[in-house]
């Protein structure tokens, strides 16, 4: 995969509003609902494990390990 072009404040303008625990679906519908959403975030969001979030961290972790799988080495990451 190319280096991610979504950037930290894309991802951080999504995740503005979640009330915790939060599961998929709940992030990926209300980051969606917002509009202007970065498509890259939004297939990134789609691609975190199914499971209920406690934090924005836990989030984090989710999508910097999608970013990882898809070969995207650690100083390119976008969070």
């Known amino acids: 995969?190319?280096?991610p072009?979504?950037?930290k404040q894309d991802f951080e303008s999504?995740?503005?509003g979640f009330h915790y625990p939060i599961s998929k679906s709940g992030i990926y519908n209300m980051a969606r609902?917002?509009?202007g959403i970065d498509r890259?975030?939004?297939?990134v969001l789609a691609e975190?494990?199914?499971q209920r979030y406690k934090n924005e961290d836990d989030i984090r972790l989710?999508?910097?390990s999608v970013y990882l799988s898809r070969g995207v080495?650690?100083?390119?990451l976008p969070i």
């Open 1 to 3: 995969m190319a280096n």
């Open 5 to 7: 072009h979504a950037t």
């Open 14 to 16: 999504a995740f503005k």
């Open 33 to 35: 609902d917002k509009g």
């Open 40 to 43: 890259e975030v939004a297939r």
């Open 48 to 50: 975190i494990p199914n």
């Open 62 to 64: 989710a999508v910097r």
């Open 73 to 76: 080495l650690e100083d390119d």
